[in-house]
């Protein structure tokens, strides 16, 4: 949900027309403005679209592609296009970036601009722990595995989980899509580092945002 979570913010942020398949770069319409914000990790990274090099990671693993010369030319004249630094995701990425020539900065993430939540705040939410990080929890709600929908209908879902986390007054969790909409809101969050999926690199820079970890 972490891709829906950064449409539904950016989604708040500018005029949006449609969207484009982040892993088909090279079917989006060419007269398309498309802001880069996500993670970027599969297909080769190229397309004739005008790109916005924000909010971005690039996943290591998909790195080799970025070391070709058309992909670094691209990136370096979208870049010089926008008028300013790409603005990475994270640390890593803007190294990353600077390695191969690209001028590249920290941005953090487009969740970060969620508004801070004000209202009522109550109860302990539990969203993707390891089972072992659980003890002393129940299940009181059980999300089944989403149905494929649209795009749209996707960015309303994240919407739904955005104001879910806005309402408890503490969040564990392992993912990063949930501890930075839930700091921009001003949600309490315990991050579990221990889970079999947590890449640290896609959290560098974040550091200082984690209330607790274990």
């Known amino acids: 949900m972490g891709d829906d979570i950064q ?5 708040s ?3 949006c027309h449609q969207f484009v398949n982040r892993d ?10 498309v802001p880069m914000i996500g993670w970027f990790g599969y297909g080769k ?23 070709e010369q058309r992909v670094v030319e691209w990136i370096v004249r979208s870049v010089r296009d926008q008028g300013f630094p790409a603005m990475a995701r994270d640390l890593d990425t803007r190294d990353f970036l600077r390695s191969v020539g690209v001028e590249a900065e920290f941005g953090g993430c487009v969740t970060q601009t969620l508004g801070r ?18 003890v002393g929890f129940r299940d009181t709600h059980y999300r089944p595995y ?6 749209a209908e996707r960015v309303l879902e994240a919407r739904v989980q955005v104001q879910r986390f806005a309402r408890f007054e503490v969040v564990h969790t392992s993912r990063l899509h949930v501890l930075l909409p839930c700091t921009a809101l001003g949600t309490k969050v ?3 580092r ?21």
Do not use: N
């Not at 088909?24 to 403005?33: L, N, R, V």
């Not at 190229?46 to 070391?67: D, L, M, N, P």
């Not at 989403?146 to 795009?151: G, I, K, M, R, V």
């Open 7 to 11: 449409s539904y913010a950016a989604s």
């Open 45 to 67: 990274p190229y397309t004739k679209a005008t790109c916005i090099f924000v909010g971005t990671h690039i996943q290591r693993e998909s790195r080799k592609y970025f070391y």
């Open 117 to 134: 939540y004000d209202g009522t705040r109550k109860g302990t939410l539990v969203v993707d722990v390891p089972d072992e990080s659980i």
């Open 13 to 15: 942020l500018l005029d």
């Open 146 to 151: 989403l149905p494929l929908l649209s795009p």
């Open 190 to 192: 315990v991050f579990h």
């Open 194 to 214: 221990q889970a079999a999926w947590f890449q640290p690199e896609r959290l560098t820079g974040f550091e200082g945002l984690i209330d607790a970890e274990t």
């Open 24 to 33: 088909c770069m090279e079917k989006w319409p060419t007269d398309a403005i």
